[in-house]
């Protein structure tokens, strides 16, 4: 293969669906791509290939295989080789390690589920956000609301309280603004950050987050707690924005579905379902290490190789119905059930309480909503609304209460900031999932 047939595919991004079915007609299942001007890998395009290397033990999750970074072609401070690091959390162990790793993950959070706090805290910040954005009239969905309530949210849940979450967010806006190199030290004070937390719910655990959950329960040392929980954060924060967002954007640009859900004709959830499937938050997921020279998708590949996840290519492709869809992974790697339920009830509880306590439509024509230029995610740079305007249909009452408090809450009513998703879990998930 001759370099020049190598797609530099960090500079396709706002067209990345239409050149993923390029690909796919030059090159098959698998196509060779660049994801920047050093990181060569394979991406997947078809269900067959991205279940193939989701799934069998010759792809490991381990960064520790990757040939290229190894031989130091890749340079360490690239934003991708800051990403793909081998840390000690579930997302980067193959084997019995990645084992003890996600079931404690999935024990912290299926507690949380099961005991009430993820659907108490999405509710109580979603209302929060609802109160202060509409007297304003007019707001972004993705950045005034989809992206504060992922990120508050999931702050909560894992043990950042409130004043903290923002205060680390001001200190983390501003590294992030600055020059790209400033990516990496971010990352470096999230860490450091992290490793406080774990170390004071160590002497004083709370009841209900997962820090605590993992330090004491768990059994993992302070590093092990902090590099669980970025995984946390990386994983959780723009997929769920953007499954929010892409809803949203369905049910503003088609009145006739709006309506449907607004009469109850249609539930959040299968709209939910529809968008996970034809428009999924996940673009293309990094990454698998080839770890044995084989054929792969109509190529050589060899150990060393780095793959990555075509997954808006794949679901694409998918007849209208399927549930055999990849959003959610397969194989040992696939989201936990914790990570997809709470998604699913996150998003939910968003996209109806949203729709159904303030009359809101669309401040542009369809045609102007740009995709965010990222590789990682499928999602909209804005989703610019009017908010209650004169004139505007007025919505039917509000079908549901706030849930309760569960027992043991200590949430402190703190009022929500809205505005960019800026903050600590944005610079983060933009170090991990590409730049806004
Ligand atoms: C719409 C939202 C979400 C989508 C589309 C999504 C999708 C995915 C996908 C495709 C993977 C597999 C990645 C791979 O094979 O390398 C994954 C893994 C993971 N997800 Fe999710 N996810 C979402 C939300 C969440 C949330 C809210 C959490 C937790 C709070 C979470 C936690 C995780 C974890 C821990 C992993 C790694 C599992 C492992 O390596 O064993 N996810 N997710």
Known sequence: MKPSDILPLYQATDRLDQVCRTLRHRFGDVAPVMLDP???????????????????PDFSADPDNWRDRNSGHVPQNSGIAAMLVRRDAARWRDGDEHRRYREALQAALQ???????????????ADRIIDRITPRGRADLIGDYAGVLSGMVLARLIGFDQDEAERIGDEMATVWDGEPAAAYQAWLELDARLHRLAAERRRRPAP????????????HSDQEAAHQVALLIAAGYDPLTHLIGNTLRVLLTDDSLRRQLLSAGTDVESLLDVVQVHNPPLAVVPGRWCVVDREFGGHRVRAGDMVVFGIEATNRQLPPGTRAHLGWGAGPHACPRSGSDIAGVVAAHAVRRLI?????????APDQLERRA????????????????????????????????????AEPPAPVRTGPARGWIGALARLLLGRR
Not at 111 to 125: E, K, P, Q, S, T
Request: negative net charge; without cysteine.
């Open 111 to 125: 507690r949380l589920i099961d005991n009430g706090h993820v659907l108490h805290a999405v509710a109580d910040v």
């Open 38 to 56: 050093y990181t060569f890998a394979w991406l997947t395009l078809t269900w067959e290939s991205t279940r193939e290397a989701m799934t069998s």
């Open 208 to 219: 209900n987050d997962v820090v605590s959950h993992l330090v004491h329960h768990g059994e």
């Open 356 to 364: 159904t306590r303030v009359p809101v439509r669309l401040a542009v």
């Open 374 to 409: 990222s590789l990682a995610i499928n999602g909209l740079r804005e989703l610019p609304v009017l908010l209650n305007a004169t004139g505007m249909e007025a919505a039917p009452t509000v079908p549901e209460e706030a849930p309760p408090a569960p027992a043991g809450a």
